[in-house]
């Protein structure tokens, strides 16, 4: 049985992207091995297999009894539920160090840069892996994606080249170009229901015993979410909260403007935008039962990544 290469929960492109490109490596090195996904593309990411004509992974949901390599995540909360009885073959991520274990040694791949697909693309040319015309543009769309067309402070100069690099094999010329596509199609939030849209890219964390979901959205502009929209986010926010959650954020991320509105429900508001440093200009009262407490909206300035800009502030705040 082929070993399966598989990205975290709700997966986002470099995720679905780092599946198929860690399958081309692991495959020129003699490995056995299967991209799979947990979840469909999203439409972003049905945007770049599209563009390059690439199959999506496999949807796999259960993993006991086979063996893994995860991409673009090392956490537990984002690995399937049974996972402990998997076993661990690789890692290849751009995160905080998660919390899976394994029995045995482990090929590790971690490096803080902006994308699991620079790793990917830096370690085709360690092993003298070759990397086709539609790959290398899918990997170049994911690093543009996480990224944020080199604009989130996670991009380095690392990802910078390996985009360059991947651009002159993918014969892309214009990437800003490809990367506004790519984020067009990322902002169609038609016939999405509220539920959806948190999800779309919603992770959850475990924060000193606190399970923290934080959702993002990407937008070419935040025109795009009406306040109508807005209202029925807020709601569903508390619902998701209710789901076993101290805390639901959903970050709407303007990638034009380089900023983020913050919502969220949560048990404890004043720490949560206190370790944000947010401002709570706009203050919902909310009366929606027993477990929603208040439902608050607020702007952060400069704030694109939620790996480098809300996760180790929140760590910290539920750390103190
Ligand atoms: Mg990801
Ligand atoms: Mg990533
Ligand atoms: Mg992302």
């Known amino acids: 049985m082929s070993a399966l290469v598989l990205g975290h929960k709700n997966p986002d492109t470099d995720s679905i992207v780092a599946a198929l490109a860690a399958t081309n490596l692991y495959r020129g090195r003699g490995i056995d091995v299967k991209a799979a996904a947990q979840g469909t593309p999203a439409p972003e990411t049905a945007f770049v297999l599209e563009r390059f004509q690439l199959t999506a992974p496999e949807v796999v949901t259960s993993v006991a009894g086979q063996e893994l390599y995860l991409v673009d995540y090392s956490d537990l909360a984002q690995a399937p539920a049974d996972f402990k009885e998997a076993k661990l073959l690789g890692i290849i991520d751009h995160h905080k160090l998660g919390d899976v274990t394994s029995d045995s040694p482990v090929e590790c791949y971690i490096q803080p840069v902006g994308c699991s697909n620079t790793i990917i693309k830096t370690l085709h040319d360690y092993y003298g892996v070759k990397i086709d015309a539609n790959l290398a543009g899918a990997m170049l769309c994911a690093i543009l994606s996480d990224t944020v067309l080199f604009k989130s402070p996670t991009c380095t100069e690392q990802d910078k080249k390996a985009a360059e690099d991947l651009a002159k094999i993918a014969g892309v010329t214009d990437l800003q170009a490809l990367g506004m596509e790519m984020f067009k199609a990322k902002s169609n939030l038609a016939g999405a229901t509220p539920r959806d849209l948190i999800f779309r890219d919603f992770k959850d964390f475990d924060m000193s015993g606190h399970k923290i979901g934080i959702g993002q959205l990407e937008l070419v502009s935040l025109d795009l979410v009406t306040p109508e ?79 480098k800009q809300v996760v180790p502030f929140l760590e910290q705040a539920f750390k103190a």
């Open 229 to 307: 929209l807005k209202a029925q986010l807020l709601d569903e926010l508390v619902k998701v909260k209710a789901e076993g959650r101290h805390s639901a954020l959903l970050v709407l991320t303007d990638i034009m403007e380089e900023g983020s509105e913050l919502l969220m429900c949560s048990d404890d508001v004043d720490k949560v935008a206190g370790a944000l440093n947010a401002k709570l200009s706009v203050n919902m009262n909310y009366d929606g039962g027993p477990v929603a407490k208040l439902s608050v909206r607020t702007w952060l300035p400069g704030v694109m990544s939620r790996k």
